[in-house]
Structure formats: C-alpha cells, structure tokens
C-alpha cells in the first residue's frame, strides 16, 4: 500500500508520509496543479461553478453548486505543509443546541478527513487539510466530493434541528 502512495502521489520527489515544509519552487508547482485541476473542472459538468484566486492569502475562492445547500463558498488555502480547505455551513443553532450538536459529532464519526466544528460567532463550519505531498488530481477529487457529500448528507437535518420553530406551520 505504501508503495502504491509513493508511486502515485508523490509529487516533487519528497516521501508523501514526511511533515516537511515544500519550498517557495514546490508550493509553486503545487500551485499550478491546483489551479489546472480547477480550471479543468470548471470546464466540464461540475459542482464546481466559479473559482478566484487571492495571490496575498494565497487562497482559492471556490464556488459549490450543492442540492441540499444551493450555494457556498470552499475556501482553499495553500501553506507551507498543508492545503487547509473550508467552508461556512450555517450560523449556530437558534434552539435544540444539544441535538444540534449530538447530530454533527455523530456526523463527524462517519467523517474521513474533513470534519464539523465551530469557528467565528459559533457558526458552523466543514474543514480539512490535507498534506502538499498528497496533492492530485484524485485526491483533490476527494476532497470536494467528501465536502459535497458531508453538507448533502448533513444540511437540511442540521437546519431542522437548530431552528425547528421556523418550519412549523
């Protein structure tokens, strides 16, 4: 199995299981990688609708066409180790707090890679990183179909939950 890692998503000639930083030439490529695989998406019948980039923050704008949650927003941010991706899933709970919650840790046990947590104001957040030297196409792939998958799946229980007086007729 580590073979098949190696031989597969090592990129820049570095062992994919090390935690060292990627040079300025590295995050470059990892860069271009990026921003190809997006460019390729949006190219084709996706999820994937519109894509930014903010060269300062050295971030990606990602903008997700979902069922469940029309709309949001996946930011993907490039470190020096990591590419940390994330995206607002809704403000905290009005009521059900407890339920609310209980609902999201049971969610985040199903969860590989990416998780549920509270971030700015007790809004509900997904995030996840994952490591430079594990950067394809396959896994970024991953990523956007866990994050999909994980708000398809979660969003409108969550809702029901936290603010059940405003579905009530």
């Known amino acids: 199995m580590l073979q098949y890692f190696r031989q597969h998503l090592l990129i ?5 299981m090390s935690d060292e930083f990627s040079s300025p030439d590295e995050l470059n490529i990892l860069k271009n990688k990026i921003d190809e695989w997006l460019q ?3 190219n084709e019948i996706s999820v994937i609708q519109s894509v930014d980039y903010d060269e300062e923050e050295n971030r990606w ?7 469940e949650k029309q709309n949001y927003m996946l930011l993907m941010t490039s470190g020096q180790r990591t590419l940390h991706f994330e995206t607002y ?4 709970p009005e009521e059900n707090e407890a339920k609310f919650y209980e609902h999201l840790l049971r969610r985040n046990q199903k969860l590989h890679g990416i998780s549920f ?8 957040y997904l995030s996840g990183d994952l490591k ?6 396959e896994n ?4 956007i179909g866990s994050i999909y998958a994980a708000i398809e799946l979660s969003f409108k229980a969550a809702l029901r939950i936290g603010f059940a007086s405003r579905f009530h007729e």
Do not use: C, F
């Open 117 to 124: 947590s509270i971030g700015t104001e007790n809004a509900l």
């Open 140 to 143: 970024l792939d991953w990523m």
């Open 89 to 92: 899933v809704m403000p905290a």
């Open 61 to 67: 704008y990602v903008r997700i066409q979902g069922e």
């Open 12 to 16: 820049v000639g570095k062992d994919p």
């Open 40 to 42: 390729g998406r949006l």
């Open 132 to 137: 430079n030297h594990w950067i394809s196409e």
